[in-house]
């Protein structure tokens, strides 16, 4: 997962290169005032995130099957612990029952 994130900033750090790079030499309109950075920011995350989606895909999926994996081990321990616990309440002895 911390790969997939570091490569996805990798897009978008290029991408605000690039983007930089354009609006300072006129390809793309400057913001208004001191807007500008704003506007190369917006600019940069609107151009990265289909990019990504694309270039990344593979990337994605591997940190898909993790995420999937470590929710599956957490509902196996949860459902382990559940049982452990309905095994020891049926093993103790009701308070008030005389035998």
Known sequence: MLR????????FAGCL??????V????????FGDSNLLWVLLLSLVLSAPISWVVLR???????????GKVDR????????RS?????????PVRGQTS
């Open 74 to 81: 957490i509902k196996a321990n949860l459902d382990a612990n």
């Open 4 to 11: 997939y994130t570091l490569m996805r900033l990798g897009v």
């Open 84 to 92: 452990q616990e309905d095994t020891l309440d049926d093993t103790a």
């Open 58 to 68: 593979k990337e994605r999926e591997r940190a898909s099957v993790q995420v999937s």
């Open 17 to 22: 290169v690039v983007v930089w790079g354009a």
């Open 24 to 31: 300072y030499s006129g390809l793309f309109p400057r913001g």
